[in-house]
C-alpha cells in the first residue's frame, strides 16, 4: 500500500458499511442526550431509567443495522456491526463495574439517582459499600446501557481517524510509521476523556452527574481516562480490520474486549497509585 491509498474506511466492505452507519449514529446519539438531559427525564425510577438509556442504544446500533443489512449475504454473526456491539458491551460491563470506582474516589465523579435502587459496581474495589449511596458512588443498572452508545461514538471516529494516519503512512520509516500511531492513539485517547467530560457534564445534567471540581478532572483526570482508550483503541481498530486475516469469532470479541478491561484497569491503578485522588 501507498501513502496514494490512504483512506478512512475499512477495505473490508462489511467493516465499512458498519463504520459509515455508526457515523450517522453520532448526531442522534447527541440529539437523544440533550433532550433527555433537558427534559429532566434523567430523574426517573428504575423502569424508566433502564428503558431510556436503553433506548439509546438498541433501536438504533442494534436493531436498526440488523434490518437494514438481513440481504447483505454476511450473516449477523459474522457482521461487523453485531461483533462491535458485543464487544462494546463487554468492554463496558468491566469499565463499569470496576473502573467507575475509580472515578467516584480518585476523580470525584459522582452519580445521583434518588429514585432508582437497582446498582451494580464492585463490592471491593471502590468506596465503602455501607456509605457508597449516601455519598453519590453507586453505578445504576441504565449506565452500563448508555455508556454502550457513548463508546460506540468514540471508538467509531478514533479508529477512522486512526487508519487515516496509519494508511497516509505507509511510506514512511518504520520508527516514524510507529511514532505516528502512537500519536494519534494518544491524541484520539485523550480529545474522548477530555470532551465526555466537557460535553457531557452540563448544567442540565448537573444534578445526576458531576464532577467534585470539573476543572481539575478536564486538566488531570482526563489522562486517567484516556487510558481506557489507550488499551482499547488499538484493540477494537484490529476487529475484521485484514482481509487477509480470519474474521473474528464472537468468543475472540469477547476475549480481546475482556483482556482491554484487565489492562485499562491495571493502568488507571497504576495513575492512581503515582498520584492519588485529584480532588
Not at 429532566?40 to 439509546?56: C, E, K, R, T, Y
Not at 443489512?69 to 454476511?74: C, D, K, L
Not at 449506565?143 to 494508511?167: E, Q
Amino acid at each position: 500500500m501507498s501513502a496514494s491509498r490512504a483512506h478512512w474506511f475499512s477495505e473490508n466492505p462489511d467493516k465499512a458499511w458498519a463504520e459509515k452507519f455508526f457515523l450517522t449514529f453520532v448526531p442522534v446519539f447527541f440529539l437523544y442526550n440533550a433532550v433527555v438531559q433537558e427534559m429532566g427525564w434523567l430523574d426517573a425510577g428504575n423502569f424508566w431509567h433502564v428503558a431510556q438509556n436503553l433506548g439509546m442504544w438498541i433501536p438504533y446500533c442494534v436493531l436498526l443495522p440488523a434490518w437494514l443489512r438481513r440481504h447483505s449475504g454476511v450473516h449477523w454473526r459474522e457482521s461487523y456491526w453485531f461483533k462491535y456491539n458485543l464487544y462494546m458491551f463487554v468492554w463496558v460491563f468491566y469499565a463499569s463495574y470496576f473502573h467507575s470506582e475509580y472515578f467516584f474516589d480518585v476523580l470525584g465523579m459522582r452519580y445521583r439517582f434518588p429514585d432508582v435502587t437497582l446498582h451494580l459496581d464492585s463490592a471491593l474495589v471502590g468506596p465503602d459499600e455501607s456509605t457508597a449511596l449516601a455519598q453519590f458512588k453507586k453505578v445504576p443498572i441504565g449506565m452500563y446501557l448508555n455508556s454502550v452508545a457513548f463508546f460506540i461514538v468514540y471508538h467509531t471516529i478514533a479508529i477512522i481517524c486512526m487508519r487515516r494516519v496509519r494508511t497516509m503512512t505507509t511510506d514512511w520509516a518504520l520508527p516514524a510509521r510507529r511514532g505516528a500511531w502512537v500519536v494519534i492513539v494518544s491524541v484520539a485517547a485523550l480529545f474522548f476523556a477530555w470532551a465526555e467530560t466537557q460535553l457531557y457534564i452540563t448544567s442540565a445534567a448537573s444534578t445526576n452527574v458531576w464532577y467534585e471540581s470539573k476543572e481539575l478532572m478536564l486538566k488531570y483526570g482526563s489522562t486517567l481516562y484516556a487510558l481506557y482508550f489507550i488499551a482499547s483503541f488499538p484493540s477494537l481498530y484490529r476487529l475484521d480490520e485484514e482481509m487477509s486475516e480470519p474474521r473474528w469469532s464472537l468468543s475472540r470479541c469477547a476475549i480481546e474486549a475482556s483482556a482491554v478491561g484487565a489492562i485499562s484497569l491495571t493502568l488507571i491503578d497504576l495513575w492512581a497509585a503515582w498520584f492519588g485522588p485529584i480532588v
